[in-house]
């Protein structure tokens, strides 16, 4: 089994910060918001995007489909009692030449081999498309 480490502390009253490897994230914490950081639930949708572009790089060479880029838009929805994700929507574009059938083929093991994605889909209501990106002209 992999093991993930993150340590995380208060800077200050306005923010926190996370390290892991070299990596340094400023947190946004301050009760009133700050709009130079990632809140919780920002980081929560973040993750997702970051766990589908990743399974892409990953599995994109094994099934011969070549990608110019990848875009992920999601959208939570925050339930107020008891505080929660209610729902996670999200559409991932792929720039990519490739058939549909690929592109399923594609989306399909971004959703079976997702470490976050599989976490997050046990816990609340996820679900989404991958489209390719239109090209220029057409």
């Given at each position: 089994m992999l093991e993930y480490h993150v340590n995380a502390r208060r800077l200050d009253p306005h923010g926190s910060e996370a390290t892991c490897k070299e990596a340094r994230l400023i947190l946004?914490?301050?009760p009133n918001g700050r709009p130079d950081a990632f809140n919780p639930a920002e980081l929560?949708?973040?993750?997702?995007?970051?766990?589908?572009?990743k399974n892409i790089e990953r599995v994109a060479p094994m099934v011969k489909l070549e990608v110019r880029g990848v875009e992920v838009r999601l959208q939570g929805v925050r339930q107020d009692s008891?505080?929660?994700?209610?729902?996670?929507?999200?559409?991932?574009?792929?720039?990519?030449?490739a058939d549909d059938h690929k592109l399923q083929l594609l989306h399909h093991n971004v959703r079976k081999y997702g470490t976050?994605?599989?976490?997050?889909?046990?816990?609340?209501?996820?679900?989404g498309r991958m489209v390719r990106r239109p090209r220029p002209g057409c």
């Open positions: 946004d914490t301050d929560f949708l973040a993750a997702i995007a970051a766990c589908m572009i008891p505080p929660k994700m209610a729902s996670v929507t999200y559409e991932l574009i792929v720039d990519t030449d976050i994605y599989n976490t997050v889909a046990e816990a609340t209501h996820l679900e």
